[in-house]
């Protein structure tokens, strides 16, 4: 089923969340890189949720920002108004 990439950034613990669906407690959580967590399907292990701690300093430290995953990118039909 393909799903929206939904972006939040929380300025206080300086985590940007990149989510398909909300997060639930039955998903399991993974580091897959350099302070990034990916929340995970339990039944498919499939990347649901992303987040990047201390997103605002990496940027600093990079002109170039990248994630440890694949993405297959289309435009969503659904307009909103």
């Not at 613990?13 to 997060?23: V, W």
């Not at 992303?50 to 600093?60: A, G, K, M, N, P």
Request: hydrophobic share 40%; proline share 5%.
């Amino acid at each position: 089923m393909e799903q929206k990439l939904t972006f939040q950034y929380d300025r206080v613990a300086d985590i940007l969340h990149i989510s398909t669906c909300k997060p639930y407690p039955e998903q399991e959580s993974e580091e897959i890189g350099d302070d990034i967590i990916a929340r995970l399907n339990p039944g498919t292990n499939a990347i649901e949720n992303l987040e990047v701690l201390f997103f605002s300093t990496r940027l600093l430290r990079s002109d170039i920002f990248e994630l440890p995953v694949l993405a297959n990118f289309q435009q969503s039909r659904q307009i909103h108004a």
